[in-house]
């Protein structure tokens, strides 16, 4: 049995129990739900969901939305489980133990092809050949991506949404490039939100909102910076991570 912690997120307004050690909920999850949107009778997945904290907080963010949380690792998944029921968000919130990569066995599970209003994804995103790697198999398994991860979870939000539908997700500032090659196959219409540590400072994220089918140039969006000059997070900041507000590439 894996040792967990209870912890607050999104202002107190979702409660999660996850691992005391290894890969945690973060801000990424938080803005993730912040920038994926929805309107209630949708369906959502949430690609690679860990304990659920941006897909059950999108589902906390948007009544009457339903929401599918993916996750290959059992152990997370059943917290995932766990969390939706704590948060009294069960009802609308299903969990999939299976791989983001796998469409087949997706499907199988009842996701219909083409059938999927949005996908959201926060996939491992550190390069082994650039970073260190985590000895914890669970942080591993979380954080590193192997070549081609981008483009295989933005073939399987492909098969699973429908025509124009709208995939999520972030990543680091420092990849933006693979990111947009990896979505040209089969999205357009492309919006890039970065994020900054503190203003003047270099992105350390980028959230990336594309349609399936769609068609444009990209279009980029001012940052959201997270801290001000003194290091205390900042009223945009907190009125996405705490308050619960919608980041505007939602409405994108």
């Given at each position: 049995m894996i040792e967990t912690t209870l912890d607050a997120v999104l202002g107190g307004r979702l409660q999660l129990r996850q691992p005391a050690r290894g890969h945690r909920v973060g801000h990424d999850a938080i803005l993730l739900a912040a920038a994926a949107g929805g309107r209630a009778g949708e369906h959502a997945v949430d690609l690679g969901a860990g304990v659920g904290g941006a897909g059950l907080a999108l589902a906390r963010r948007v009544a009457g939305l339903q929401v599918t949380l993916v996750?290959?690792?059992?152990?997370?998944?059943?917290?995932?489980?766990?969390?939706?029921?704590?948060?009294?968000?069960?009802?609308?919130?299903?969990?999939?133990?299976?791989?983001?990569?796998?469409?087949?066995?997706?499907?199988?599970?009842?996701?219909?092809?083409?059938?999927?209003?949005?996908?959201?994804?926060?996939p491992p995103f550190n390069d082994p050949r650039k970073q260190n790697v985590s000895p914890d198999p669970r942080r591993r398994l979380a954080h590193v991506a192997a070549p081609g991860l981008k483009a295989r979870w933005a073939a399987s939000a492909a098969v699973l949404l429908k025509p124009a539908g709208v995939l999520t997700l972030i990543w680091r500032a420092d990849g933006l490039d693979e990111v947009l090659e990896a979505l040209s196959r089969s999205f357009g219409a492309v919006a890039v939100l970065p994020v900054c540590a503190r203003r003047g400072a270099?992105?350390?994220?980028?959230?990336?909102?594309?349609?399936?089918?769609?068609?444009?140039?990209?279009?980029?969006?001012?940052?959201?910076?997270?801290?001000?000059?003194?290091?205390?997070?900042?009223?945009?900041?907190?009125?996405?991570?705490?308050?619960?507000?919608?980041?505007?590439?939602?409405?994108?």
């Open positions: 996750e290959i690792d059992a152990d997370l998944a059943a917290l995932a489980a766990e969390n939706a029921e704590r948060n009294g968000l069960r009802p609308r919130v299903r969990v999939l133990t299976a791989d983001a990569e796998d469409t087949q066995a997706l499907v199988s599970a009842g996701l219909a092809p083409g059938g999927i209003d949005r996908v959201l994804m926060n270099p992105p350390i994220r980028v959230l990336v909102r594309a349609a399936k089918a769609g068609a444009g140039t990209p279009r980029h969006l001012p940052a959201l910076v997270l801290n001000d000059e003194a290091g205390k997070p900042s009223p945009a900041a907190e009125a996405v991570l705490r308050a619960g507000e919608t980041l505007s590439l939602a409405e994108g």
